[in-house]
């Protein structure tokens, strides 16, 4: 009986440390101090091509005329619980047009996805609906705008290194792949429309993107997440990348095969934001899978040459900075 109690006293312990040391590191979530200490300044000149960040991975270029916006995402289901128990998750269209009308968008060229899970590609076939864009992606991604109710007309298939104009933009998909040891899940393809409300886990992949942008003004990577194919941009060219950087690999690989292989001279992070947080919130950086400060260090360390510039969610920046901009 004594050892009983001794064993259950031993293990309600064991797992109220477990808690204490969970909520510490739950609670630790340092970098916003070099976030904010690079963030791009400046109100942009009429007609410069610019960059509006909207958290995770959401990223508006417009010149002004023209417009495509990656990986749109402002609904962002609030508490890891609900994600955990894979419970029925949908769009809040109401919150989309709001975004949209803060944003001053009411027409887009493009809606551009990089991968289907549900923090990148949820919101895309509303927003596409509600602006006229086209949706262009994967197959899982135009099932996805399906079930949004667009049109066939408004879908775009995006093969692997096949160019599509949009407006003032072209755009090229490569190949490339998610980040972390599970490659993403839920991977697989969405092989039928996908009508919300719809399960976290029915969001599934469908591939990994590398979005090269062309315009006139300049070229721009977005590289939503932190894996790679290994060769795949080599011979490609981009001035600024749009990096993830959640679950991050070997960093001087990851930029070696990103980064350098397209000769960007500026990096803007994206994908460090907790997504499970409302936007009008202060955004913070993901517990446990990012490290805000350690990029930022590691950055300087790695690659004092390269600029690193953060954007402040909803605020437009050049996107191509002057030389000695922030």
């Known amino acids: 009986m004594r050892l009983a109690r001794a064993a259950g006293a031993f293990g309600g312990a064991l797992v109220l440390g477990t808690a204490v040391v969970f909520t510490a590191i739950w609670h630790v979530r340092p970098g916003l101090e070099q976030y904010a200490a690079h963030l791009a300044t400046g109100t942009p000149a009429p007609g410069t ?100 109710g667009l049109a066939e007309s408004q879908l775009v298939a995006m093969p692997a290194g096949e160019a599509r104009t949009f407006g003032t933009f072209q755009v090229t998909f490569l190949e490339s792949r998610h980040a972390g040891a599970t490659g993403g899940a839920p991977t697989g393809e ?59 690999p070997d960093l001087a690989d990851y930029l070696s095969e990103v980064v350098d292989a397209v000769g960007a001279r500026t990096v803007t992070p994206v994908h460090w934001d907790d997504f499970t947080r409302p936007l009008d919130q202060e955004l913070l950086p993901f517990p446990v899978v990012v490290r805000l400060d350690r990029f930022f260090e590691d950055m300087a360390r790695l690659r004092p040459g390269i600029a690193v510039r953060t954007l402040e969610p909803g605020r437009p920046a050049a996107l191509f900075a002057p030389a000695g901009a922030p």
């Open 190 to 248: 969405i092989l039928e429309p996908l009508v919300p409300p719809a399960r976290f886990l029915d969001y599934k992949q469908g591939g990994a993107w590398s979005i090269l942008i062309a315009h006139p003004q300049g070229r721009a990577l977005h590289h939503g997440s932190a894996g790679y194919v290994r060769g795949a941009l080599k011979g490609q060219h981009a001035d600024v990348v749009f990096l993830g950087i959640a679950l991050l």
């Open 49 to 148: 091509l610019t960059a509006t960040w909207f958290g995770v991975t959401g990223v508006l270029l417009s010149d002004g005329a023209h417009a495509v916006f990656v990986d749109p995402f402002f609904t962002r289901p609030r508490g890891f619980g609900r994600l955990l128990a894979n419970r029925p998750i949908a769009p809040d269209e109401a919150l989309i047009k709001d975004w949209l009308a803060r944003a001053g968008v009411t027409e887009l060229d493009a809606v551009l996805v990089s991968h289907s899970h549900y923090d990148h590609a949820m919101d895309a076939g509303v927003v596409a609906r509600l602006t006229g864009a086209r949706l262009a992606g994967s197959p899982s991604t135009l099932n996805i705008g399906r079930g949004a």
